[in-house]
Structures are given as C-alpha cells and as structure tokens.
C-alpha cells in the first residue's frame, strides 16, 4: 500500500516563496502520475498541478501557472511543489495525490499553507 506524507507547509507573508514536499512510501514511486491539490475553507477542492511518472509533462491549475512548479525525484521517491510569489488567495490545505490503480486514488493527509497579506 503507497503512503503518503506532505511536509513543508507553514506561515508566511505575501510575495514569499515555499517548498511542499511530499514523500512517498514504496518501491514503485516511478510508476505513479503524482499530483497536488489544495482546500481553502468554505471550498472545492482544487487541483494544483500534475506530473507523469516520467517527470517529462507538468500541468497546473490556471490560478497557479507562472508561480508554482511541480518535480520529482525518483531516488527520494519525493514530489515538489515551489510555490513563488504566494498570495492570500493561496492560502488552503494542500494534498499529495498518486495514480496508482485510478486516478489520484491515493492521498496524503495534508500540510497548512497560509499567506498572510
């Protein structure tokens, strides 16, 4: 059974910069399309972005493109999520999703980002 556990969330000021980690459990990380989504209270949840198993194609949500950036790394069986130039609006619970049989059937259990104006 793949875990997953995110890191890297915390409090920080409008403009700055944060790194979400989130590592996987297992030895089949590289067969995995991984992907971050996030919830803001009183909301949908929304998706983020995605990486393939490969790394080589990245998607991202509209509110995100141009400041956030998904990777991977497959000897640290970790995916990244840089988020640059946070906004309030940024503010959410973030989650670490895995295709593993289905899509994004796999979740972690969260980790706070707030952005203070």
């Known amino acids: 059974q793949v875990q997953l556990v995110e890191s890297g969330g915390g409090l920080v000021q409008a403009g700055d910069s944060l790194r979400l980690s989130c590592a996987a459990s297992?030895?089949?990380?590289?067969?995995?399309?991984m992907g971050w989504f996030r919830q803001a209270p009183g909301k949908e949840r929304e998706f983020v972005a995605g990486?393939?198993?490969?790394?080589?194609?990245?998607s991202y949500g509209d509110s995100v493109k141009g400041r956030f950036t998904i990777s991977r790394d497959s000897a640290k069986n970790t995916v990244y999520l840089e988020m640059n130039s946070l906004k309030p609006e940024d503010t959410a619970v973030y989650y670490c999703?895995?295709?593993?049989?289905?899509?994004?059937?796999?979740w972690g259990q969260g980790t706070q980002v707030t952005v203070s104006p």
């Open positions: 999703a895995a295709t593993v049989v289905a899509a994004y059937d796999v």
């Open positions: 297992g030895r089949t990380f590289s067969s995995y399309a």
């Open positions: 990486i393939s198993r490969s790394g080589g194609r990245t």
